[in-house]
């Protein structure tokens, strides 16, 4: 199973700047963390990713199906920076109705509900409106209803934003006991978020790809002498300011 980005380039308006330009990108087993300083291009890949935008000129497709179809839809969650309750919903009704929008009918959307709320470890909560639930129960609910129609690939965008330590705990243990048979691209401002436990890491600056590969890899990026429990940061660190060296290198006449 292959989700990839080929030779992709989007603009938020066709006279500006592209975001993303020609890039290309496949997504592989497991969790895998995507870092990137602002306005790097992580929102923008996530959207693309989850067809919930198109691109200029390229392709997205998973296992060869385009974006543009119910199918590709039907494979791929997304959970957006933003996850807002419905008052009037409890958790199950909420995550059945998203089903029910992505085209499952009643009877399998509340089933299917139940088995979603259980991946998460929100079965518990399922009768609690979702107005009464804390930020972390509420991203769980979110990631519950990206599963609910049986989701191969799940794309979170920054899920763990304005959550505390223990929230974040949880939430993160939570996304590990997923990855068996889900593949997880999970986009963050936190470098300490499952970075030195993600199966990959995946840093873009400036629109483009800067590193792609095992978390190993990634991790041998950090400087030596790096304080234990900060060699993710170093690593990140180090690959952002080699960047930067460079494009300040390539607009020196």
Not at 112 to 120: D, P
Not at 173 to 183: E, F, M, N, Q, S
Not at 234 to 251: E, H, K, N, S, V
Request: glycine share 8%.
């Amino acid at each position: 199973m292959t989700l990839k980005l080929d030779e992709c380039t989007y603009a938020y308006r066709r006279w500006s700047t592209p975001v993303l330009r020609s890039l290309t990108y496949e997504l592989p087993d497991g969790l895998t963390i995507l870092l990137g300083p602002n306005g790097a291009g992580k929102s923008t890949l996530l959207k693309l990713a989850a067809s919930v935008t198109r691109p200029l000129s390229g392709t997205v497709t998973l296992d060869g199906t385009p974006s543009s179809t119910r199918a590709f839809r039907r494979q791929v969650g997304w959970l957006p920076q933003t996850v807002l309750p419905m008052p009037t919903l409890t958790a199950r009704e909420y995550v059945a109705y998203i089903g029910w929008l992505k085209g499952m009918n009643r009877t399998e959307a509340w089933t299917q509900a139940a088995r979603a709320l259980s991946r998460v470890e929100m079965e518990p909560q399922a009768t609690t409106k979702t107005s009464k639930l804390s930020g972390g129960q509420l991203r769980r609910i979110g990631v519950a209803g990206a599963l609910v129609h049986d989701a191969r690939v799940l794309l979170l965008d920054e899920p763990t934003a304005g959550m505390d330590p223990q929230q974040r705990r949880v939430f993160r243990d939570t996304l590990t006991t997923l990855t068996a048979d889900v593949r997880v691209l999970m986009s963050t401002h936190d470098v300490t978020d499952l970075a030195e436990e993600a199966d990959h890491v995946t840093v873009i600056t400036g629109g483009r790809i800067l590193h792609d590969g095992p978390t190993n890899e990634f991790l041998a990026h950090a400087p030596e002498g790096t304080a234990p429990g900060r060699t993710a940061e170093g690593a990140y660190t180090a690959l952002i300011q080699a960047a930067d060296g460079t494009a300040l290198r390539t607009a020196q006449p």
